[in-house]
């Protein structure tokens, strides 16, 4: 394991992270960026600690001066498949194969990583510690942010723009009034026991 400083050396390192493992309803999304080492953005963190405005701003920058930036997902019927945790290595996997460079050197958030043909490193809060981690996980959370946004469009009455889909008590009142959407997870307790 190389400490975090020799990473930063590595020119082309993707840095990966999924947003969406806790919510009941719609897709797992993982985003992989490499980032331009001559272009250094500031104020990359953990995309939780960062409010929606800056999240915004910071999305825009990184697909502006990133490499290049790729995203994958697990839609919610294959989350029921195989488990949230497949899910979400699924997603990894599919975001960093997509990218249009290849990548010498993932870290990926977490402690695991997903099955790819590249050398990868899972690190603990690698979002707080890694930029090109903190980047992907700002992608990721904007685009599933704006996904709920939409489908609170076409759902007003779930209030997704709010929850974003995790099982807050709103949410839940919603789920007992109006009953589970084709995109809620049905593996998932409290929509699987509406079900039954």
Do not use: W
Request: proline share 6%; with cysteine; charged share 25%.
């Amino acid at each position: 394991m190389l400490d975090l400083e020799q990473y930063e050396n590595i020119e082309k390192l993707a840095g990966c992270d999924e947003v969406g493992r806790g919510p009941l309803v719609g897709d797992v999304v993982a985003a992989a960026v490499i980032l331009d080492p001559s272009k250094p953005i500031a104020g990359l963190a953990d995309s939780k600690k960062l409010s929606e405005k800056k999240r915004d701003a910071l999305y825009k920058l990184i697909l502006e001066n990133a490499l290049c930036v790729s995203v994958g997902r697990a839609s919610p019927t294959e989350i029921d498949q195989i488990n949230i945790l497949h899910a979400s290595m699924l997603a990894m996997k599919r975001a960093i194969e997509g990218l249009a460079i290849e990548p010498q050197f993932v870290l990926v958030d977490g402690n695991r990583c997903p099955e790819i043909a590249f050398p990868c490193e899972a690190i603990v809060k690698g979002d707080d510690k890694v930029a090109a981690i903190s980047a992907a996980s700002i992608v990721a959370k904007v685009i599933r942010d704006a996904e709920m946004k939409q489908l609170h469009a076409e759902h007003p009455e779930y209030g997704f723009d709010r929850h974003k889909g995790y099982p807050t008590k709103d949410h839940m009142a919603a789920l007992v009034n109006f009953g589970p959407l084709s995109m809620h997870r049905k593996s998932f307790k409290p929509v699987k026991a509406l079900l039954s």
